[in-house]
Nanobody
Framework: QVQLIESGGGDVQAGGSLRLSCRVS????????GAWFRQAPGKEREFVAA????????SAADSVKGRFTISRDNAKNMVYLQMSSLKVEDTAIYYC????????????????WGQGTQVTVSS
């Protein structure tokens, strides 16, 4: 059973940086993707970025491209989200997720979810 535990959230001023970490335990070779999603108050959950555990290829939402970088460290079983040039609209609960689907295309393709970590960006 894959378990995900996020850390690193907090309060930051606009323009600042923050790094989120996700510890992935129980991962197998069939756990293909690690990802970050977020949900702002009153809004639907949205995809932020994803990384393939084997090879490290990444993808990101247009809203965060050039500002956020996802990475993984397989030896440490960690997935990271480095966030820079933060905006007030980045305020949300950030969730780490993992998928056993080789090419996940929707939220339901992600089998495992963490509890979330709050990121609050103030102006």
């Amino acid at each position: 059973q894959v378990q995900l535990i996020e850390s690193g959230g907090g309060d930051v001023q606009a323009g600042g940086s923050l790094r989120l970490s996700c510890r992935v335990s129980g991962r197998t070779v069939r756990t293909y993707i690690g990802a970050w999603f977020r949900q702002a108050p009153g809004k639907e959950r949205e995809f932020v970025a994803a990384v393939r555990f084997s090879g490290g290829s990444t993808s990101a939402a247009d809203s965060v491209k050039g500002r956020f970088t996802i990475s993984r460290d397989n030896a440490k079983n960690m997935v990271y989200l480095q966030m820079s040039s933060l905006k007030v609209e980045d305020t949300a609960i950030y969730y780490c997720a993992a998928s056993g689907t080789y090419y996940p295309s929707k939220d339901s393709d992600y089998n495992y979810w963490g509890q979330g970590t709050q990121v609050t960006v103030s102006s």
